[in-house]
């Protein structure tokens, strides 16, 4: 019955014009299900290449018909584009140049040098194509499109398999990359790293061939990309920013020692937690490459394209030759030319989405049961290599949405391509399960970019909804593997694992049947990682839907980890309950306190902003000193004032805002008059107190008033590393939530400044002079947000760096020898590492003039974190030191870049 359908697919397109005939064609290459169901045997792809190409010969598209030039167009643009298929594309192509190119062995002879010319003019099907790839390929160098690259020298290799190129010329094709953007002087890391992973991924493809035909250029690649990969930085470092996994001071050592005597770490360990996924995959192939006999086996995926895999008829076909060589030299050379368009630090978040790469580790065991089983027994090239096309299929068909506005395709279809690798896979239901393992790795994975985070949720869930028996019992597996890794498990990437989670119950009816089995951690501290976990989801959960919702679909036993009914607290019903950090507890003088109680009604009566102001700062006149002070300060009315719009706004978000809008200005002159420091202090510490039993209020609160500038990001930090707080850090995650939104708020400070900085430099190019003066003002604001950042980042690092010192201190007291093994050292520096990571997102360079620096002329670093920034941990402890020092490698790449440009 499928036969019969794909026919009639391939039928309609002869009768179809040529706009349709394309559109049609094109729909068939991109349904996963017409080909990748019958690659159970070369023969059976071969026959069904064989019947499209029947039907299209009748059109003369490969003798010379008008449609030549735009088929072989498409099929390059297909192999630029569909790498999961494209061993179809590479058989298609080899049958389409029987039509019209030279036998094996033969030259063409020509009576004259025109009819030369006109030969060369009406090139065969098999020499467009070729001639298109080689052509695209220096495109895409040029422009830094590196998936298109990896695509597009693949299917090279695969026309190596037809016979359309030489194995010498794809062999100097590699070279050609390797030399020109591995081993060029003054070629950073990233760009070499970019490359060298191509063709790291084309050699497992085709390293058999090129073993076969062309060894010497062979071994010289694998020599070459050998040097680079010793001497290159690894992108998962133990205490680095990415890693996923955090590893013990004991952990460590015997790593260490481990490495000098050449064992890889104790007891199997690795060195590292993690490795990169281009490190993996080399390991890997240099592993297999030391067998002689068995490079030439090299257990692929899915049936390459090999001689033998390939009709009799075009084994007569001699190769054509490739004219890539010489213009990935001119694509190197344009691309070095403008490095910062195109490449970011080893460290930086969108690093590795460039390159592909993330932590690498094996989900799932042999003792994992059912498909999950499945998956962990595929050698370990076949796992790496199909992670490889999950990647590449979710850069290729991740909807996303244009500068104009316009969206580009649909998750529908990249779950559709991804649940395809499934029939590649040499068991289906292996590769369901190597899908869900690699999109879960990339959700846990550091950094995680907002829009990265939501495609992969929405992925998730479409998978569920294309292949709910197949996907949904792999969700479950590969959540209760990750589970059982959470005490291991950075606490960024566990949260990412719990918003994840949250979400796709949220979409998913609230159904989970294995709450019951997740109880015991009720007998657990509050820090424990997998309690923690636990919450946190339920958090999120409740913050999704609400709270008896939740409570309906949880065991009873569950019901004790729910937040609290959310309700506010009055800190000034108790006497004693007094509004600053510092004051010793005694009651609050009666003065005070008849103020405050006559304040909260007036405030909910939405008494009128003027005459409140008026009415409060009479007030405030009649309390003596000595009240005052027994209150805690002038910082007493700041806390009064913030609870009285609290309570006002308590009903819902919008009552909230609505009340802080319309006291905004007071709220800022009281703020003003006490001192700010001190009162905004007060009011973080009241919103706290109030929405004790609310975490998500508390948030929500505290980033309005962040928004409003009622506190400014630099209180909002001192907050954070308030006492009080500092000890909640090993469990009340919520804290996170304040310190990410302060720093988020001066990133985009920046980032607005220079847009409008941008924005008047045009207006005025187009005004003439006329906006002269508003365009140095958008300078000065541009400035002043880039010191006010850069200010913010060394109070934080130097804030975490005292903290953690402190620690040290206190364990060395309490006979602590390992840090790690306390959870809250394991928090507290998981929140510095991904304050670093946020901060190290800031604009890598601004033009001269927009920071003060005018008259020098190019470009200078206005990042958050400047050279200097880690000076405040010399001298500090062992341990901080180990902390820091992945944070100074990482800047040290960004200004490295910086520099560049």
């Not at 049961?369 to 370990?380: D, I, R, S, Y």
């Not at 009873?556 to 007094?578: F, G, K, V």
């Amino acid at each position: 019955m499928a036969e019969a359908a794909d026919m009639e697919v391939v039928a309609a397109i002869g009768a179809a014009g040529e706009v349709e005939w394309s559109t049609r064609v094109k729909g068939l290459l991109i349904l996963p299900g017409d080909f990748s169901k019958r690659l159970e045997s070369s023969e059976s792809l071969a026959k069904n290449v064989v019947i499209i190409i029947g039907h299209l010969e009748g059109h003369a598209v490969f003798d010379g018909g008008a449609q030549m030039a735009a088929v072989a167009a498409l099929m390059v643009e297909a192999a630029a584009s569909l790498g999961m298929q494209s061993p179809v594309y590479a058989l298609m192509t080899a049958l389409c140049a029987t039509k019209g190119g030279t036998p094996e062995g033969e030259e063409a002879k020509f009576e004259s040098e025109q009819a030369a010319a006109a030969a060369e003019e009406k090139k065969p099907f098999g020499r467009l194509v070729v001639d298109g790839v080689c052509a695209e390929l220096s495109a895409a160098l040029k422009s830094g499109a590196f998936l298109r690259v990896k695509l597009l020298v693949r299917f090279l290799g695969e026309l190596v398999s037809c016979n359309l190129i030489s194995a010498q010329e794809f062999g100097w094709v590699l070279t050609s990359l390797v030399d020109s953007y591995v081993c060029g002087n003054g070629v950073l890391q990233p760009c070499a790293d970019v490359i060298a992973g191509i063709v790291i991924v084309a050699l497992a493809w085709s390293g058999p061939v090129l073993h076969d035909r062309r060894k010497r250029v062979l071994d010289e690649l694998m020599e070459k990309i050998g040097t680079h990969m010793a001497r290159r930085s690894p992108l998962f470092e133990k205490r680095g920013l990415r890693a996923i996994f955090y590893v013990g001071e004991e952990e460590d050592d015997d790593s260490d020692d481990s490495d000098d005597e050449g064992m890889g770490g104790a007891g199997g360990q690795q060195a590292e937690p993690l490795t990169d996924s281009m490190a993996a995959l080399w390991d890997e192939e240099t592993t297999v490459a030391d067998a002689i006999a068995a490079v030439v086996a090299l257990p692929l995926p899915t049936h390459v394209l090999s001689m033998e895999g390939v009709p009799a008829l075009v084994k007569r076909m001699g190769p054509f030759a490739a004219t890539a060589c010489m213009q990935i030299k001119e694509g190197a050379r344009a691309f070095r030319a403008h490095p910062e368009d195109h490449v970011t630090p080893s460290h930086s978040l969108a690093y590795a989405y460039t390159l592909g790469a993330f932590g690498e580790f094996e989900l799932f065991h042999e003792g994992s049961g059912g498909g999950a089983a499945l998956c962990a027994q595929l050698p370990t090239l076949q796992r790496l290599l199909l992670r490889e096309y999950v990647k590449e299929v979710i850069t290729a068909f991740q909807p996303r949405i244009n500068g104009d506005g316009t969206s580009v395709g649909k998750h529908e279809a990249l779950a559709a391509q991804l649940l395809a690798i499934g029939k590649v896979a040499p068991r289906e239901e292996a590769g369901v399960y190597i899908v869900v393992e690699t999109l879960l790795q990339m959700v846990i994975s550091l950094p995680q970019p907002p829009h990265m985070t939501a495609m992969l949720h929405r992925t998730l869930l479409e998978l569920c909804r294309l292949a709910p028996n197949e996907v949904a019992p792999a969700i479950s597996s590969a959540t209760g593997a990750l589970y059982h890794e959470l005490p291991r498990m950075d606490f960024h990437s566990r949260r990412q694992l719990a918003l994840w989670f949250a979400n796709h119950l949220k979409d998913t009816e609230f159904k989970w049947p294995f709450w019951q089995h997740w109880a015991g951690v009720l007998q657990e501290q509050r820090d424990h990682p997998q309690r923690m976990f636990v919450e946190m989801a339920l958090d999120m959960l409740v913050r999704l839907s609400y709270r008896d919702r939740i409570k309906n679909e949880l065991p009873e036993a569950m019901w004790a980890l729910l937040p609290p009914q959310p309700s506010i607290i009055n800190p000034y019903d108790t006497p004693s309950i007094i509004s600053t950090y510092d004051t010793a507890a005694g009651e609050l003088p009666a003065s005070v306190l008849e103020v405050i109680q006559a304040l909260v009604p007036m405030v909910a009566a939405k008494e009128h902003p003027d005459n409140l102001s008026q009415w409060f700062e009479l007030q405030l006149s009649t309390i003596d000193a000595a009240d005052a002070e027994a209150a805690g300060g002038a910082a007493w009315s700041a806390a009064a004032l913030t609870y009285a719009i609290l309570a006002a706004g308590a009903p819902s978000p919008t009552h909230l805002t609505q009340c802080l809008d319309r006291y905004l200005k007071l709220v800022k002159a009281n703020n003003h008059e006490c001192g700010d420091e001190a009162a905004q202090a007060a009011a973080l510490h009241t919103v706290a107190t109030a929405w004790a039993g609310s975490p998500q209020t508390m948030v929500a609160a505290t980033r309005l008033l962040l928004r409003r500038g009622a506190v400014s990001p630099e209180a909002v930090v001192t907050h954070f590393f308030a006492p009080a707080n500092v000890d909640k850090l090993g469990w009340y995650a919520p804290l996170w939530e304040l310190l990410e939104a302060a720093l988020q708020l001066a990133l985009d400070a920046v980032e607005m400044a220079v847009a409008q900085s941008e924005t008047d430099e045009t207006a005025a190019a187009a005004a003439g002079d006329a906006m002269v003066d508003d365009d140095d003002d958008a300078d000065d604001y541009v400035t002043e947000a880039v010191r006010s950042l850069q200010e913010l980042s060394r109070h934080t690092v130097e804030s975490f760096v005292t903290t953690l010192d402190s620690a040290v201190e206190q364990y060395r007291g309490a006979g602590v020898d390992d840090p790690y093994t306390d959870p809250w050292w394991v928090a507290t520096t998981s929140h510095f590492k991904a304050a670093v990571r946020m901060l190290l997102s800031a604009p890598l360079a601004l033009s001269a003039e927009l920071v003060g620096a005018g008259g020098q002329g190019g470009n200078v670093m206005a990042a958050a974190l400047r050279g200097d920034a880690f000076e405040c941990a010399r001298g500090r402890s062992p341990h901080v030191l180990a902390i820091v020092r992945p944070m100074e490698t990482a800047l040290a790449a960004t200004q490295a870049v910086a520099a560049e440009a």
